[in-house]
């Protein structure tokens, strides 16, 4: 691409002439975009349109450097320039799980001028290669059983998993050297997790990024015939994933009769319910990043009269054990990260607050505060174990010495770690039936370099433990919906009580 940038810059010298049919808006349409880009866009992609932002330091992916005429989203040939409505249909549905959002507010017109002033940065939009056709795009024919087998042999013959991995979640051999044309690391998709697709997840959208390539990725245009070859492919990509991330509320342990063994692994767990919490990047404190190497978590739980076992479950595109973490250790802000000498492990952390939980209120979600404090059950997975810390907030942990029983695996680009517990332990949370412990989980991705307050965490959420004979499962939803409601009152009391002092 660089090389294709070069040689198009070279003709643009050469053969000045502006294609004739391309439209660059009217002088008062720049100038309403250049207003609106100023006020919307430019903390991110800079002033010039060169990706240099003030908010760039925090971003992975980048914002775009729009100076390049790189685009990703395009129904143009690989390494040409996008449509006009290629570039609308970005700005108007932005790019899932990274810093673009979406604009669905702003009008065809302010869309319009957007795109022309984002035109003005790249004199490759007034060139002799400005002239672009969209490429016909089909509809989709319908999903049959056999499309999708034959598409898994057109995964393998085009070796997709070189990159995206076996199974699809991203951990191809190639994944950890794969960097962007601005030599910035960057991922293989998850191909389980269609939600997260930058380009939109349809199989309209999946057949678009194989036929014409993410410019300026490492994502190649495939020329895959015949054509049911191509449908075969989007659908069997498009049978990898559900279709909604399906976030859930709260986890359920389920009762057995089993010893909890976490050596057996996750098998042992396939009778749990799995409950898929969101991953957040954490940006309270310093060490904040914004979209972490994680964001996707699955929990299953299971206990018996006398133990818990809690299975977490991540796709990661790499098993780093190699190198430390720890829930305490300081990181610097993003543009001074650049001692690269020490290498970070991945890790994992269940949070729940100390004590039986009669202190009252949650503790601060970011490793407790002074007045309450967390249990830590914190997993390095250099050295599969899970050692507890008492934390009082960041930077104020401490290791007790204590360890809970815990095994660790890691398959086809999926992390299975299982950590076991007595129900009842002096000074930490009991587990009892039929009540839901507040919890809350972290996850550390060595290869992104994660460690202390650079993390992905859920928010705080529930662990609810089934009786050992199940009631209705109205039952959880319903005292799930009690607690809600006591909390919603207990914050309108506060409030009326805190308004009411106000205007005495
Ligand atoms: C919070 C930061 C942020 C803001 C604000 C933002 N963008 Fe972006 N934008 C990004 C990032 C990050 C990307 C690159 C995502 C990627 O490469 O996956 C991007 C990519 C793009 C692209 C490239 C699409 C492609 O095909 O490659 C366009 C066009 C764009 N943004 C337009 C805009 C416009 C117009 C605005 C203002 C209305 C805007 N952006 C505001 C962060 C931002
Ligand atoms: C050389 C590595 C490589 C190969 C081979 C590769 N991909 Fe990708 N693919 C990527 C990267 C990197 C991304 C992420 C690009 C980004 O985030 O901007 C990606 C993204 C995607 C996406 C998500 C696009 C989106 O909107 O976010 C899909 C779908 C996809 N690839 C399908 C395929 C299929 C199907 C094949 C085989 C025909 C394939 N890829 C082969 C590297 C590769």
Redesign the pocket.
Known sequence: MKTLATLLTLLYFVAPSAAQNVDLGTDAQREAGRL??NA??S???GARGAGD?A?TAF?R????D?TTG?????TTENGEL?TDE??RR??RQG?PY????P?PQ?SEQEVDN?MYY?KTFSDFFSGPFAEVTALDMPSPPSITDESIVRGREVFLENSCIDCHGNLGRGDGPSGPTLTDQWDIPIRAADLTKRWTF?GGSTRSDIYRTFTTGLD??PMPAFDIQPIEDQWALVNYVHSLSRDEADYSTYATSVFTTAAIDPSAGADAFSAAPEAFFAMVGQVIEPGRSFFPGVNGLAVRAMHNADHIGIMLQWNDMSADTDGINGPGLEVPIWPNDTDTTQAFSDAVAIQFPSGDGSGGGLPYLLFGDVSNSVDLWFADLSTPRADHYVGNGSGNLTASGMDYETSASYEDGQWTVIIKRDRTLDGQITFEDAAFAPVLFSVWDGFSRERGNRRGLTSWTYLYLEPAETESPLGPMAMYGLITLLLGLGATTLIRRKYSNVSA
Do not use: E, V
Not at 70 to 74: L, V
Not at 98 to 101: S, V
């Open positions: 609106m880009y919307k866009c903390h991110c992609h932002g908010a971003l992916p980048a914002p775009r729009f790189t685009f990703k989203f395009r996008p290629d570039i970005s700005i790019m990274t810093g673009m959002p604009w702003l957007l984002i930058r300026g990725s």
